[in-house]
C-alpha cells in the first residue's frame, strides 16, 4: 500500500472514531463520584462505589419491581431521550487537596454534569469549592459537618441529615434514658479533630450546654493516630458517665481494642456513625463493643420491599449489608440523578433548578427521611434519623425513638 | 507516681519497642545502603497480611507467621533489590526517591486489588489476654512484640559488629569499590541487606498485626514514624533505632495524656528537630 492510501485509511479510521464517540456523547451522560480509595478510609470508597453501581443499574436497566423509586422504571434517563447514566470515580486519596484536585480534573477533563461526593467532610469543603468556582452542581449524601451549607453556596446540595439534627436526637435520647434512671451528669466526646469530628463535637457541646448537661471532657486526636492508649488512660481517670465517640474507621479499631486491653467500660457509649458504622469495623471488633449506640436512617425493611430489595442487589455485589452511611450515599447520588433527568439537559444551570425544585416524598427514597426538599441553603429540610444499637452479635437494630423501635435500649455497655 | 502515670508509661515503652521493631530493617537498608525506602511502611503491611494470611489458611499464630513473615519478606526485598533498586542506585538521588514510592505505591494498590479496602484484625486470643502487674495492664501481643523488638535489634547488631558477613557489608557500605578489589561482590552483600531489613520488616508486620489493625494503607500510617525513629537514632545504628523508638514511643505517650493527643506530635517535633540541630549524626551515628 502507498504512503497516501495509509493516510486516506487512518484518516477514515479516525473520521469513524470521531463519530462514534460523538455519538457516545450523546446518548450517555456523565457525572463524577469522588471518594476515599486510599488514605485512612479506603473500605468506605470500595463501598461507596459499589452502592452507586447499583444505583446507576437502576437508572439504566428496566426494574419495575422497586416500586416508586424514581428511574427504576425503564432504562436510562427518560428526561434526556434516554440517555445512559455514566459515573466517572476519583480517588480523594483522604486529603482535602487531593479531593479539589479532582473535582477539578472531572469538571475540565471528564467534563462531568454534576459531582457526588466525598465523605469526609473536610474533603467535601474543599472538592464543592472547586465545584461551585465552575458552576457544577455538587451533591453529598453523607458529609455531616454543619459549615458545608452555611457558605452560601449556589450550587451545593446536601441529602443527609446534619450535625444540628443528630445531636438533637443524642440530647433527647439522653434525657429519655435519664428518664429511665441512667446517670448522664458528665459527658465525654471524643473526637478526630478534621472537619467531621471538629463540627460535630462543637455542635453537640453547644446543644447540649444549651439543654443543661454537662460536657465534662472534650478529646480531639488526630484520625491517623497509631497508638490510642494515653487518650482511653484520660478518659479511664475521669470516668464519665457517656462517652460520645466522632471517629473514622481506623482509630475507631482502634479505640475499641485499646477498651478493651486496658479493661475501660464507660457506662453509656455513643458513636456517631462514620467508623462505628463501616461494615469492616463491625466485621472486625464488633464483637467488642456490644452495646455501643449509634444513629441511623437505614433500616433494611421487610422482605419484599423496596429497600429490602435494594439491599439484595447492593449484598450481590459487595457482600455485605447497606449500612446508614453507604445507603445514604446511594440515596445522595439516586436524587442527583433524578435532578438531572427532571433537568432534561445537561447544562449545569438547569440541572441546578431541578435540584432546587427537588420534592421527594417518603417512598421515593430509600431512607427514612420524612422526605427530600432543599432550602435556600442547600440543606434537606425533611432529613431526619434514630438511634440504634449494637445488640447480640454484629447487626445494629432501631432502639429509639419508641415508635420507630424494634428493640428496647440495653442500657448497660457490655463490651466484649 | 500515680498508677495510671506508670501505666501510660509502660504503654509507651511497649509501643515504642514497637517503633523500634519496624524501624530495625529501614535502618538497615538506609544507612547502609544509602537508600531511602519510601516502600518500608508498605513491607510492613506485607508482613501483616502474611500474619493475616497464615492465620486464615492454618489457624496459625505468630508461631508460625513471624518466621513465614520473615521469609517472604525477605524474598520480596532480594527480588525487589534485583529487579529495580540496583538499577536505580546507579541513577541520581531523585530516582532512587521516586523508584522506592513507586513501589510503595505498587505493593500498596496491589494490595488493595488483591485484599479489598476492607478493615480486619487477627483474633485477640492469638497472642494470651492481658497481663496484669499490680493495677498495671499490659497487652501480652505488645509485650510479646517488644520483646522480639530487643532481640531483633540485638541480633541485627551482632550479625554488623562480630560476623564476617557484617564486616563485607560494612565495608561495601563505607567503599563499594574498595571492597570489590578486595574480593567482595558488592551486590551480592546489598541484596544480602535488602533481604535481612525486609526480613526484620516481616517480622515486625506479623507482629503488630497481633494487636493492629490490617489493611493496605497502614503503611503509610507506620512509615513516617520509622523514618523519625531511624534519623533520630542515627542512620545505620540498629541500637539507636530502639534507643530512639523507646524514646519516642514514651515521649509520645505522656505528652498525649499531659497535654493532649493533638499536641503529642507538636512535643515529639519539637525535640526531635532540636536533638538533629545539637546531634545531626543521630543519637548513635557517626558523624
Known sequence: MKWTAWIRLIGTAAFGLGLTSAACAQSSVKVGAIYPFSGVAPSIGAYAKAAIEVAVDIVNSDHPELGDLPLAKGTGLPGLGGAKLEVVFADNQGTPAAGQNQAVRLITEEKVVAINGAYQSGITLTASAAAERYGIPFLTGDSVAANLTERGFKWFFRTTPIATDFARIYLEFLKDMKAKGAKVDSIAIVHENTEYGTSVASVVSSVFKASGLNITQDIPYSANASDVQSQVLQLKDKKPDVLIFVSYTADAILYAKTMKSLDYKPPIVIADNAGFSDPSFVAAVGNIVQGVFNRSSWSVGAPGTTTYLVNEMYKKKSGVDLDDTTARIMQGFMVMVDAVNRAGSTEPAKIQAALRATDLKPNQLIMGFKGVKFDEKGQNILASALVIQLQTGVNYVPVWPKERATAEPILVYKGW | ?287
Open chain 2, 1 to 287: 507516681m500515680s498508677s495510671t502515670l506508670i501505666q501510660v508509661i509502660a504503654g509507651g515503652l511497649l509501643l515504642g519497642a514497637v517503633y523500634a521493631l519496624f524501624s530495625s530493617g529501614l535502618t538497615l537498608i538506609w544507612g547502609m545502603m544509602n537508600v531511602i525506602n519510601f516502600a518500608h511502611g508498605d513491607f510492613v503491611m506485607l508482613g501483616m497480611y502474611v500474619a493475616f494470611v497464615v492465620w486464615v489458611m492454618m489457624g496459625g499464630g505468630p508461631a508460625a507467621a513471624v518466621p513465614i513473615a520473615a521469609l517472604v519478606l525477605a524474598s520480596v526485598g532480594i527480588v525487589c533489590y534485583f529487579a529495580l533498586i540496583r538499577h536505580i542506585m546507579r541513577g541520581p538521588m531523585l530516582a532512587q526517591i521516586l523508584g522506592t514510592f513507586g513501589l510503595a505505591l505498587l505493593l500498596r494498590y496491589s494490595a488493595l486489588w488483591y485484599f479489598g479496602a476492607s478493615f480486619r484484625t487477627l483474633p485477640e486470643t492469638l497472642v494470651g489476654g492481658t497481663l496484669l502487674i499490680g493495677p498495671i495492664r499490659i497487652e501480652s501481643a505488645r509485650l510479646l512484640a517488644g520483646v522480639v523488638a530487643i532481640l531483633v535489634t540485638a541480633g541485627l547488631h551482632l550479625i554488623l559488629t562480630r560476623t564476617a558477613l557484617g564486616s563485607r557489608m560494612l565495608a561495601v557500605a563505607e567503599d563499594a569499590t574498595a571492597a570489590e578489589l578486595m574480593g567482595i561482590r558488592p551486590e551480592r552483600m546489598q541484596a544480602v541487606a535488602w533481604g535481612l531489613g525486609a526480613a526484620a520488616t516481616g517480622i515486625a508486620g506479623a507482629l503488630i498485626a497481633n494487636f493492629f489493625y490490617v489493611a493496605p494503607t497502614v503503611g503509610e500510617t507506620l512509615a513516617i514514624v520509622a523514618f523519625v525513629t531511624v534519623s533520630l537514632g542515627g542512620f545505620g545504628s540498629v541500637p539507636g533505632a530502639l534507643v530512639a523508638g523507646l524514646l519516642i514511643g514514651v515521649i509520645e505517650s505522656v505528652s498525649a495524656y499531659a497535654i493532649g493527643a493533638i499536641y503529642k506530635d507538636i512535643v515529639v517535633y519539637i525535640l526531635f528537630v532540636l536533638a538533629l540541630w545539637l546531634r545531626p549524626q543521630g543519637l548513635m551515628g557517626k558523624a
